[in-house]
């Protein structure tokens, strides 16, 4: 009602008229507001039939970048918390695989066929590159990972590297004059060939704004959580961390306690875990 004007002496267009019929002035206020009240339904329905129904925001796209000797663990970790997570429940991210070819790859014991190319895959909002067993002794055997990275970090809002996956991200280009991190196993390796990246040794992962690395497969889920408190808030990581059973809380804090990052004698490479 607030939206109807009148100007000057016009009368509304649903003016009440009194006829002269010896009616009371009770009786007359009574029809006069039945008649206002049936004419506000009346413009609320044709107001919400004209508004425009909101369509939904769609849901952040995730693409795991498959390879041979992928290391399933730190694969599955990630993928099952963003498959958890969203904003009131499950839904809140969509998450795909790709590869440099749609055939089967060894990802930790597993046979999985991506389900993109670096062809036709979707542009995606965060991209996950997992550890290989083994590390990446042969950079040029991954050439066409490499450059996909580069296209595709450009429309990416975050490239989460787990593992020895940072060492795509380094060969890449991504990491330069960035702090990072990776497996323990590999911080020597990792200083020695990008030493223009500010190795974190104490941290379960970096968070660099767009580019977040972390060390081992807990790391992943700790980063993938962090990503999901980034993306709708504390809440919803909680109750993805209440889902998965994860005891732990270091995807809020971050703090390691000073050498607990750092290899003991007997410590596992990634490729026996």
Known sequence: ??????SGAEAPRHAVTVPQTGLSRRAVFTAGT?????????????????RPTPTPSPAPSVAFLLYDSACGSEFTGAWEV????????????????????RSAIDVGGL?????????????????????????????????????????????????????SGAFLLAEAGLLDGRQATTHHTYF?????????IA???????????DRITTGGYAGGIDAALHIVARR????????????IEHASDLWMTNQLQPGSARPPANAMSEEQI
């Not at 020597?188 to 223009?196: A, H, K, L």
């Not at 104490?202 to 660099?208: G, N």
Request: aromatic fraction near 10%.
């Open 1 to 6: 009602m607030s939206n109807w004007k009148f």
């Open 34 to 50: 039945a008649l206002v009240a049936a004419l506000s339904v009346t413009a609320d329905a044709q107001t919400a039939e004209r």
């Open 82 to 101: 963003f498959r958890a997570s969203g904003p009131l429940g499950p839904g809140g991210f969509q998450c795909f695989t790709l590869g440099s070819a």
């Open 111 to 163: 046979a999985i066929t991506p389900q993109y190319t670096f062809s036709d895959a979707p542009r995606a909002d965060v991209i996950v590159t997992p550890s290989r067993n083994g590390g990446f002794a042969s950079m040029s055997a991954h050439a066409p990972e490499i450059e996909w990275l580069r296209r595709a970090s450009d429309e990416a809002q975050i490239v989460l590297a787990i593992g």
């Open 188 to 196: 020597g390796e990792f200083e020695r060939q990008f030493p223009s």
């Open 199 to 209: 190795l974190q040794r104490d941290r379960r992962f970096v968070d660099a704004g």
């Open 232 to 243: 709708y808030g504390p809440d919803s990581a909680l109750r993805t961390v209440g889902a």
